[in-house]
């Protein structure tokens, strides 16, 4: 079982600056991507950001040039560097895993408990 931990979540001002950290731990043999998605109330969770294990990343069009996905595959840790929020960002920030636990297992999805991002206008 892999477990994922958000942290870096809170209340900022429109144009402020939040980083997002999620570590992944437990019964890990290979990630092959990580990322953030986020819900709304009222609305479906969406994709923010993807980042493979060859470092390839995918943005949402709304938070592209605004956020940075970055990751450290040593220590199993995605971030998601936040700038020039809009109160329209606010939302639940879920974190994502794709990640097995032995050579040749498929590969599972997995989820953190999410972390509130508010931005106040």
């Known amino acids: 079982q892999v477990q994922l931990v958000e942290s870096g979540g809170g209340l900022v001002q429109a144009g402020g600056s939040l980083r997002l950290s999620c570590a992944a731990s437990g019964r890990i043999f290979s990630i092959k991507a990580m990322g953030w998605y986020r819900q709304a109330p009222g609305n479906e969770r969406e994709l923010v950001a993807t980042?493979?294990?060859?470092?390839?990343?995918n943005y949402a069009y709304s938070v592209k040039g605004r956020f940075t996905i970055s990751r450290d595959n040593a220590k199993n840790t995605v971030y998601l560097q936040m700038n020039s929020l809009k109160p329209e960002d606010t939302a639940v920030y879920y974190c994502n895993a794709v990640a097995n636990n032995r050579a040749g297992a498929r590969y599972e999805n997995y989820w953190g408990q999410g972390t509130q991002v508010t931005v106040s206008s």
């Open positions: 980042i493979t294990s060859g470092r390839s990343t």
